[in-house]
Nanobody, 126 residues
Framework: QVHLVESGGGSVQAGGSLRLSCAFS????????MGWFRQAPGNGRAEGVA??????HTRYADSSAGRFTISQDDATLYLQMNSLKPEDTGMYYC?????????????????????WGQGTQVTVSS
């Protein structure tokens, strides 16, 4: 059974940094297309933040590019978050899909991903 567990969330001031982790079991992370999604306060929809395919191609939401970095090793997916803004506040979810190559990085659409973690809360104060 595929199992995803997020960690690393917390409360930080604007301009600070956090590193989120997603532990992956069942298969290695590199066997899947992986993504990070954020559910903003008061919004029931989780929006794509960053994605990485099984060959390491990445894609970022415009609001994340230049500040966030998605990466992985064989067991864990990461999201390094720098220069955090209050608008980054939300519940962050790790998600996985069957691995394939997306030369421009994987789509950040929820429908692409089959497996989801339970989420980790990120709060950025001003």
């Amino acid at each position: 059974q595929v199992h995803l567990v997020e960690s690393g969330g917390g409360s930080v001031q604007a301009g600070g940094s956090l590193r989120l982790s997603c532990a992956f079991s069942g298969y290695t992370v590199s066997s899947y297309t992986m993504g990070w999604f954020r559910q903003a306060p008061g919004n029931g929809r989780a929006e794509g933040v960053a994605g990485i395919d099984s060959d390491g191609h990445t894609r970022y939401a415009d609001s994340s590019a230049g500040r966030f970095t998605i990466s992985q090793d064989d067991a864990t997916l990461y999201l390094q978050m720098n220069s955090l803004k209050p608008e980054d506040t939300g519940m962050y979810y790790c998600a996985a899909a069957v691995g394939r190559t997306w030369l421009s990085g994987p789509p950040l659409a929820r429908s692409v991903y089959k497996y989801w973690g339970q989420g980790t809360q990120v709060t950025v104060s001003s």
